[in-house]
Nanobody, 125 residues
Framework: QVQLEESGGGLVQAGDSLRLSCSASTHTFGTYAMGWFRRAPGQEREFVAGITWSEGSTLYADSVKGRFNISRDNAKNTVYLQMNSLKPEDTAVYYC??????????????????WGQGTQVTVSS
């Protein structure tokens, strides 16, 4: 069983930046693809960004492309989501997820095997 723990959420103003972190409790973290998803109030969970096990590839939702950056440090078992130029519509609970198929990125949440509890990001206008 892999445990994922997000941190770094908070309340910011539009235009500000935040960096989310997700730490994994496994020595095999470096073999997983990792993804970030979010769920806004009253909406379904949506894909935000993903990264393959080796940082060889990344994928972003159109809504965050150019503003968010996903990266990982396999030595620290941690994946990051740098969020810049935040907008009120980015307000959501952000979740990290691990996909045992490490060489590809899926935007489908059904393909992810482990999930964190989420961290709240609130962007005020």
């Amino acid at each position: 069983q892999v445990q994922l723990e997000e941190s770094g959420g908070g309340l910011v103003q539009a235009g500000d930046s935040l960096r989310l972190s997700c730490s994994a409790s496994t020595h095999t973290f470096g073999t997983y693809a990792m993804g970030w998803f979010r769920r806004a109030p009253g909406q379904e969970r949506e894909f935000v960004a993903g990264i393959t096990w080796s940082e060889g590839s990344t994928l972003y939702a159109d809504s965050v492309k150019g503003r968010f950056n996903i990266s990982r440090d396999n030595a620290k078992n941690t994946v990051y989501l740098q969020m810049n130029s935040l907008k009120p519509e980015d307000t959501a609970v952000y979740y990290c997820a691990a996909d045992l198929v490490g060489w590809s990125i899926s935007s489908n949440s059904d393909n992810y095997d482990y999930w964190g509890q989420g961290t709240q990001v609130t962007v005020s206008s």
